[in-house]
């Protein structure tokens, strides 16, 4: 396990290929959500992740989890899960005469929220506080989760029956949105023989991931992508992405400034991943996609067309002219 | 046609209620035209669909389409014959398919007379008046004047009902598939995404076929009536048969009134007769002197009396419904002064101008349109795309650019010396400058000299991966490297070591900026020598 907590960006970049390598030994294929899970975790954000169900949403956030020796804590949301039972609760403690705090499965440091548009948007708003401000108040009093901490929720396709919707200020508070496919072939072929081998049940099987990291190396990591330079003209060519989807033909909603902010985190992430420590406008352009495809709301029109917000998204990407001195 | 056998009922009608009249008839005797008609329609929907089948049923429901005027014929075979009561079986009417195909203008209403909005309407004119030539255009002018605009939005209202009951039948259909099918259905329709099925052909082929069945004879039955009505107002059908009504009565009265007449003048001469008496021998048959006294009145009146009264009789209320109508006349017209041969009048002077400017305008007005339609045909390239999205986004021609990314990127903007000048900055300390011509002087050659399609969106990793197919390995490697270096220096503010811009410089001369002509060259030279130690 690495303690490193003054790592320079080689280190980072080469713990977070420990981290991939590791994850990939439970999660097979899937690499590009991998690599965009990793991408939430080292800018501080959460990630929304939608998907069929059994496509191994569950494994890979624990695999996570595993590798940095986390706490990890799943809450499956369903129809009458309500606010106190994700946050948690006061209870009045007969022998000590006195209210005592009962914490929720937030206080961990990879919550999954498995399904979370089972759950009716009161429920679903819940986690508004703990995405943003990494603390819960319960009665009042603020109370902080442990560090690093991210949200990974999961979401079954919205046209799926008995689903809420998410509301916009929530989902404008994940930092990425990643689309989980069926895996290809040969992934398909290897996961069926690594999971029925020598195994009774399907429960998931994580024994293969060995931790390479702690908390607080992976906080260190965190604090180093923050550190990466950016230039003010990639700054600009974020903002002018973001802006030209308030008046784009084909969208009704745009993104707000956070767009531009999760655009610029997520870069810096991508940047450290490839041990740079400057963001170019070709990290804004490949993440743009996930950062931004869930701030967006398509025109009534386009729906009907049967475009989708990545196609609009990849219009704008087209068209928005990449800085250059 | 004998006006006594009429068994609709004759009298002076608007023309809607004349297209009631025609609705009425086919509800009436729809089991004599619906069954020889089925057969016929589908008889031939049938053989059509078997002469164009997969992918081409369309041409059926065309050529079905285009036989209306056909089953037209058959309609109003079968309803003349029952409006004056004779009875047709579906055989009769089959048979009479041939006089029904050479003797009623088919030809002309399959050709030429096709597009006419009064087909149904004018149809009587050539199948039962058999009239042709200018005698049938005379008789035709005068039935039109005042029934062709019902006609012709009867045909209209008519066709749309048709499409109307195709779509409906089809949402009908889709309202029993499973939910999923039928949404995948019609999301692909909207998107234009369907795949062919027959079964889709098939069910909008069957549908047309059935809904104009089903709405052919209302249109032939009201257009009919429309005619009849027409030709009552013409032609007096309706006091002609109210003549005929008041003849026949006055025959039976007669013939039952002169036989008791003989029977009391015998009687009063054999015996004593009362007034009372006779009395009742003439009232044997009162209906029958109500019916005589409703047209005759018992009490005759003197010319002038008869006068009188008539006058009164036109100064009732019914007979004097006088409305005033109010509308704009333009003055001019009004009050158009009689022309004075004697008077210069400059409107009368510059007639003849004004018509030759007219002329000349309105001729120059039909070669602006000719220009227009040209010009639109000519260009259609430019403005047919907007109408298609996806042919919009594969047909973007490309043309070179002159500024990109804020940069001026014509060739004839670089110095003659790309290197040396760029060479001159880096010693003088501007690097930023330096590596940013060298990158510029890069990006024009892909652009001008190599062909690389570039455009305004595409960052620096674009750049390397639209050119990568088109350039050498080698000239690759160097954009590749030189790209890091201006990455470095345009985002980390941190400029390349002396030794490392020393090697792009070499680099530059020896691999990428040479004409592509001669890489080729190399690179044909550089297989052969491999083949050769092979």
Redesign the interface.
Same mark, same amino acid.
């Given at each position: 396990m690495t303690e490193m907590t003054n790592m320079t960006l080689e280190q980072a970049s080469e713990l977070a290929q420990q981290l991939k390598t590791e994850i990939g030994k439970a999660v097979i294929g899937q690499k590009q959500v991998i690599h965009e899970t990793l991408i939430a975790l080292i800018a501080g954000g959460n990630v929304l992740i939608e998907g069929v169900p059994g496509l191994g949403k569950t494994l890979l956030v624990r695999a996570l989890a595993a590798t940095f020796s986390g706490q990890f804590n799943r809450i499956q949301f369903t129809p009458d899960l309500m606010p106190a039972d994700v946050t948690g609760h006061t209870l009045y403690d007969l022998d000590n005469k006195s209210f005592s705090v009962r914490k929720g499965p937030v206080f961990t440091n990879l919550l999954l929220a498995d399904e979370i548009n089972r759950a009716p948007a009161k429920t679903q708003s819940a986690l508004l506080e703990v995405m943003q401000e990494r603390q819960v108040t319960i009665e009042g009093e603020a109370h902080p989760v442990p560090l690093p901490f991210m949200t990974l929720a999961t979401q079954n396709p919205l046209e799926q029956e008995g689903t809420y919707p998410l509301p916009e200020a929530q989902l404008d508070r994940f930092l990425l949105k990643i689309y989980i496919n069926y895996p290809r072939d040969n992934e398909e072929s290897l996961m069926v023989a690594a999971v029925t081998n020598k195994q009774t049940g399907n429960q998931l099987n994580i024994s293969n991931v060995s931790a390479v990291a702690t908390p607080e190396t992976i906080q260190a990591m965190q604090a180093l992508a923050a550190d990466i330079?950016?230039?003010k003209?990639?700054i600009e060519y974020a903002v002018r992405i973001v802006q030209a989807t308030r008046d784009w033909q084909g969208l009704s909603i745009g993104s707000g400034p956070r767009g531009s902010i999760a655009l610029i985190s997520a870069a810096r992430a991508q940047a450290m991943l490839h041990a740079? !420590?400057? &963001?170019?406008? !070709?990290d &804004?352009?490949e993440i743009a996609l996930p950062a931004l495809r869930h701030r967006l709301a398509l025109a009534p029109e386009m729906e009907?067309?049967?475009y989708s917000t990545d196609q609009i998204l990849q219009g704008i990407? !087209?068209? &928005?002219?990449?800085?250059?001195? | 046609m004998n006006l006594n056998e009429i068994t609709a009922n004759i009298r002076l009608r608007n023309p809607w209620e004349a297209i009631d009249l025609g609705f009425s008839m086919v509800q009436k005797w729809w089991l004599s035209i619906y069954l020889p008609l089925a057969l016929l329609t589908f008889g031939i929907a049938s053989v059509l669909y078997l002469i164009f089948p997969k992918g081409n049923v369309w041409i059926a429901s065309l050529i079905f389409w285009w036989l209306k005027p056909l089953y037209d014929r058959v309609i109003l075979h079968i309803l003349s014959h029952k409006l004056f009561n004779d009875e047709l079986s579906t055989w009769q009417v089959l048979k009479a398919l041939p006089s029904l195909i050479w003797n009623t203008g088919l030809f002309q209403s399959l050709t030429f007379r096709r597009f006419s909005l009064s087909r149904g309407f004018n149809l009587p004119i050539w199948q039962l008046e058999q009239l042709r030539g200018s005698r049938r255009s005379e008789r035709q002018s005068v039935l039109h004047q005042i029934a062709h605009t019902y006609a012709a939005w009867l045909t209209i209202v008519m066709v749309n009902i048709e499409i109307v009951i195709v779509i409906s039948l089809f949402g009908l259909f889709m309202l029993f598939l499973p939910e999923k099918t039928a949404n995948d259905f019609f999301v692909g329709m909207f998107s234009n995404k369907v795949e062919y099925e027959r079964w889709i052909d098939l069910l909008n082929y069957l549908f047309y076929v059935f809904a104009v069945t089903l709405i052919h004879p209302f249109y032939i039955g009201a257009s009919f009536a429309l005619y009849i009505n027409r030709r009552t107002q013409l032609e007096a059908w309706d006091i002609e048969l109210d003549f005929k009504k008041l003849a026949l009565r006055f025959e039976t009265l007669a013939r039952n009134l002169i036989p008791a007449l003989l029977c009391v003048f015998t009687l009063s001469l054999l015996s004593t007769s009362s007034p009372v008496a006779a009395d009742e021998v003439t009232n044997v048959d009162p209906n029958s002197e109500i019916e005589v006294t409703e047209f005759l009145s018992d009490e005759r009146l003197p010319a002038e009396s008869s006068k009188q009264v008539i006058k009164e009789t036109m100064l009732t209320k019914e007979l004097n419904d006088k409305q005033t109508v109010t509308y704009w006349v333009r003055k001019d017209t009004a009050k158009k002064p009689k022309n004075d041969p004697d008077k210069f009048s400059f409107a009368d002077f510059f007639e003849p101008f004004a018509k030759i400017m007219g002329f000349i305008i309105e001729f120059a007005l039909w070669i602006l349109v000719a220009i227009v339609l040209f010009l639109l045909f000519y260009f259609r390239d430019s403005w047919l795309h907007l109408f298609n999205i996806e042919r919009k986004a594969k047909k973007e021609s490309y043309q070179a650019p002159e500024v990109m990314f804020g940069m001026d990127v014509r060739p004839d903007s670089l110095p003659d010396d790309i290197i040396s000048e760029s060479r001159k900055l880096w010693d003088n300390k501007q690097h930023r400058e330096s590596l940013s011509l060298l990158y510029r002087g890069a990006l024009i050659r892909l652009i001008n000299i190599e062909h690389v399609q570039l455009k305004d969106s595409f960052t620096e990793g674009d750049v390397l991966k639209h050119s990568q197919k088109k350039i050498s390995e080698a000239k690759h490697l160097f954009l590749d490297n030189l790209t890091n270096n201006w990455k470095m220096i345009a985002y980390a503010h941190r400029h390349p070591t002396n030794e490392a811009m020393e090697q792009l410089f070499n680099t530059w001369v020896s691999d990428f900026a040479i004409e592509k002509v001669l890489s080729d060259l190399e690179s044909n030279t550089s297989k052969k020598d491999g083949s050769k130690d092979e």
């Amino acid at each position: 396990m690495t303690e490193m907590t003054n790592m320079t960006l080689e280190q980072a970049s080469e713990l977070a290929q420990q981290l991939k390598t590791e994850i990939g030994k439970a999660v097979i294929g899937q690499k590009q959500v991998i690599h965009e899970t990793l991408i939430a975790l080292i800018a501080g954000g959460n990630v929304l992740i939608e998907g069929v169900p059994g496509l191994g949403k569950t494994l890979l956030v624990r695999a996570l989890a595993a590798t940095f020796s986390g706490q990890f804590n799943r809450i499956q949301f369903t129809p009458d899960l309500m606010p106190a039972d994700v946050t948690g609760h006061t209870l009045y403690d007969l022998d000590n005469k006195s209210f005592s705090v009962r914490k929720g499965p937030v206080f961990t440091n990879l919550l999954l929220a498995d399904e979370i548009n089972r759950a009716p948007a009161k429920t679903q708003s819940a986690l508004l506080e703990v995405m943003q401000e990494r603390q819960v108040t319960i009665e009042g009093e603020a109370h902080p989760v442990p560090l690093p901490f991210m949200t990974l929720a999961t979401q079954n396709p919205l046209e799926q029956e008995g689903t809420y919707p998410l509301p916009e200020a929530q989902l404008d508070r994940f930092l990425l949105k990643i689309y989980i496919n069926y895996p290809r072939d040969n992934e398909e072929s290897l996961m069926v023989a690594a999971v029925t081998n020598k195994q009774t049940g399907n429960q998931l099987n994580i024994s293969n991931v060995s931790a390479v990291a702690t908390p607080e190396t992976i906080q260190a990591m965190q604090a180093l992508a923050a550190d990466i330079e950016v230039d003010k003209s990639v700054i600009e060519y974020a903002v002018r992405i973001v802006q030209a989807t308030r008046d784009w033909q084909g969208l009704s909603i745009g993104s707000g400034p956070r767009g531009s902010i999760a655009l610029i985190s997520a870069a810096r992430a991508q940047a450290m991943l490839h041990a740079r !420590d400057y &963001i170019t406008p !070709d990290d &804004i352009k490949e993440i743009a996609l996930p950062a931004l495809r869930h701030r967006l709301a398509l025109a009534p029109e386009m729906e009907l067309e049967g475009y989708s917000t990545d196609q609009i998204l990849q219009g704008i990407l !087209d068209k &928005i002219e990449a800085p250059r001195q | 046609m004998n006006l006594n056998e009429i068994t609709a009922n004759i009298r002076l009608r608007n023309p809607w209620e004349a297209i009631d009249l025609g609705f009425s008839m086919v509800q009436k005797w729809w089991l004599s035209i619906y069954l020889p008609l089925a057969l016929l329609t589908f008889g031939i929907a049938s053989v059509l669909y078997l002469i164009f089948p997969k992918g081409n049923v369309w041409i059926a429901s065309l050529i079905f389409w285009w036989l209306k005027p056909l089953y037209d014929r058959v309609i109003l075979h079968i309803l003349s014959h029952k409006l004056f009561n004779d009875e047709l079986s579906t055989w009769q009417v089959l048979k009479a398919l041939p006089s029904l195909i050479w003797n009623t203008g088919l030809f002309q209403s399959l050709t030429f007379r096709r597009f006419s909005l009064s087909r149904g309407f004018n149809l009587p004119i050539w199948q039962l008046e058999q009239l042709r030539g200018s005698r049938r255009s005379e008789r035709q002018s005068v039935l039109h004047q005042i029934a062709h605009t019902y006609a012709a939005w009867l045909t209209i209202v008519m066709v749309n009902i048709e499409i109307v009951i195709v779509i409906s039948l089809f949402g009908l259909f889709m309202l029993f598939l499973p939910e999923k099918t039928a949404n995948d259905f019609f999301v692909g329709m909207f998107s234009n995404k369907v795949e062919y099925e027959r079964w889709i052909d098939l069910l909008n082929y069957l549908f047309y076929v059935f809904a104009v069945t089903l709405i052919h004879p209302f249109y032939i039955g009201a257009s009919f009536a429309l005619y009849i009505n027409r030709r009552t107002q013409l032609e007096a059908w309706d006091i002609e048969l109210d003549f005929k009504k008041l003849a026949l009565r006055f025959e039976t009265l007669a013939r039952n009134l002169i036989p008791a007449l003989l029977c009391v003048f015998t009687l009063s001469l054999l015996s004593t007769s009362s007034p009372v008496a006779a009395d009742e021998v003439t009232n044997v048959d009162p209906n029958s002197e109500i019916e005589v006294t409703e047209f005759l009145s018992d009490e005759r009146l003197p010319a002038e009396s008869s006068k009188q009264v008539i006058k009164e009789t036109m100064l009732t209320k019914e007979l004097n419904d006088k409305q005033t109508v109010t509308y704009w006349v333009r003055k001019d017209t009004a009050k158009k002064p009689k022309n004075d041969p004697d008077k210069f009048s400059f409107a009368d002077f510059f007639e003849p101008f004004a018509k030759i400017m007219g002329f000349i305008i309105e001729f120059a007005l039909w070669i602006l349109v000719a220009i227009v339609l040209f010009l639109l045909f000519y260009f259609r390239d430019s403005w047919l795309h907007l109408f298609n999205i996806e042919r919009k986004a594969k047909k973007e021609s490309y043309q070179a650019p002159e500024v990109m990314f804020g940069m001026d990127v014509r060739p004839d903007s670089l110095p003659d010396d790309i290197i040396s000048e760029s060479r001159k900055l880096w010693d003088n300390k501007q690097h930023r400058e330096s590596l940013s011509l060298l990158y510029r002087g890069a990006l024009i050659r892909l652009i001008n000299i190599e062909h690389v399609q570039l455009k305004d969106s595409f960052t620096e990793g674009d750049v390397l991966k639209h050119s990568q197919k088109k350039i050498s390995e080698a000239k690759h490697l160097f954009l590749d490297n030189l790209t890091n270096n201006w990455k470095m220096i345009a985002y980390a503010h941190r400029h390349p070591t002396n030794e490392a811009m020393e090697q792009l410089f070499n680099t530059w001369v020896s691999d990428f900026a040479i004409e592509k002509v001669l890489s080729d060259l190399e690179s044909n030279t550089s297989k052969k020598d491999g083949s050769k130690d092979e």
